[in-house]
């Protein structure tokens, strides 16, 4: 038998070098980009690669909130509450590098599809106020019910939606008037929206009652609610709140806020599939655009679950802030 030659140990050494640096580079195309987590109670956005290790913060205003690409993928927009504004990050230098005023207490927001204006629910003063990103000057508004909170623009850019936590309505906006339009009864005090990929749904969470509303974008009724328990958790303690569809349009995935869990539904037939258990007031919630991994962000427990989409199992928590409350992944 033929006895290869010992590789000296410094070559060995470059080799090993050569080949870790290569695995490295390629799990980080895999895992290409970052996820940004807005801290309440921080005045910061945390920012983690894909697997959850943070690898910096950047300093924003007061209490910030909802957060959205820029349509150019080069700023995050931001909400911030106490300072009644939307911060600017660009994302080149990771600074907040400007600010739009905005009304009393905002709280979420929805771009137009050119990414031009910004639709934003002003809490305290209940209406929903469009503003120009451009020129940072307000546009029109529009009066809603008490605490208006989730905005959702369609996609050919025509209707607003916005819930209503005190009126337990979707209030329907025609943008192009710029008057309500009709108002949805949905369940108690009704948060946030996902619309289904054809359109024809529009996916509401209720707090209050533990539900998640299904109504019908054509006639603009509910058509169906989706009742979700969990063992050991008394109904006044499953509070729904964020929701994010999977990127195939299969899956939703409702937090259960202070049920502590996240649901996996079946689009198609709305069942229930799994539960999985998370940090404490589950509430924001996003999907890695390659549909593997979950984010959910913890608000009572100050961390972040990242959870394996094809198993519906927690991999890992992890600090994530003091009130984490809107959590991004870019592409």
């Known amino acids: ?6 590789v000296p140990y410094a070559l060995r050494t470059v080799l090993f070098t050569a080949v870790g640096a290569a695995l490295a580079l390629a799990a980080h195309a895999q895992g290409a980009g970052n996820v940004y987590v807005s801290s309440e109670k921080d005045n910061k956005l945390y920012v983690f690669d894909t697997q959850g290790e943070r690898t910096g913060a950047i300093d924003v205003c007061k209490r910030p909130r909802d957060m959205s690409f820029s349509a150019d993928g080069k700023q995050i927009l931001v909400i911030c509450g106490d300072s009644n504004e939307m911060g600017l990050i660009d994302l080149a230098t990771a600074k907040m590098t400007g600010a739009l005023p905005l009304g009393d207490s905002p709280e979420m927001f929805d771009l137009s599809p050119d990414g031009k204006t910004a639709y934003v629910s ?13 020129s940072k000057k307000p546009l029109f508004e529009v009066k809603t019910g008490g605490e208006p909170e989730g905005v959702l623009v369609t996609p050919n850019g025509k209707t607003a939606y916005v819930t209503s936590e005190v009126a337990n309505v979707v209030h329907v906006i025609d943008l192009g008037t710029k008057k309500v339009t009709k108002n949805i009864q949905v369940g108690k005090r009704p948060r946030r929206f996902v619309l289904s990929p054809d359109g024809a ?15 019908d974008t054509k006639t603009h009724t509910e058509k169906q609610k989706i009742k979700f328990t969990v063992k050991g958790m008394r109904e006044a303690d499953i509070t729904p709140v964020g929701m994010t569809l999977s990127p195939d349009g299969q899956r939703m995935w409702v937090g259960l806020g ?5 649901a996996e539904v079946d689009v198609a037939t ?3 599939k799994n539960l999985v258990l998370v940090g404490k007031r589950a509430w924001g919630l996003t999907m890695h655009p390659n549909g593997k991994t979950l984010y959910v962000t913890n608000g009572l427990s100050d961390d972040m679950t990242l959870i394996d989409a094809a198993s519906a199992k927690a991999l890992r928590t992890v600090p994530a802030g003091r009130v984490p409350h809107t959590v ?4």
Do not use: C, F, G, Q
Request: hydrophobic share 50%.
């Open 328 to 331: 991004l992944v870019s592409r």
């Open 270 to 272: 709305k069942a229930v």
């Open 201 to 215: 749904e529009l996916w509401v969470t209720n707090e209050l009652d533990a539900t998640v509303s299904v109504v």
């Open 1 to 6: 038998m033929t006895r290869r030659a010992p």
């Open 122 to 134: 002003i809490e305290d003063e209940n209406l929903m106020a469009a503003y120009d990103l451009a």
């Open 258 to 262: 202070k049920a502590n869990h996240v």
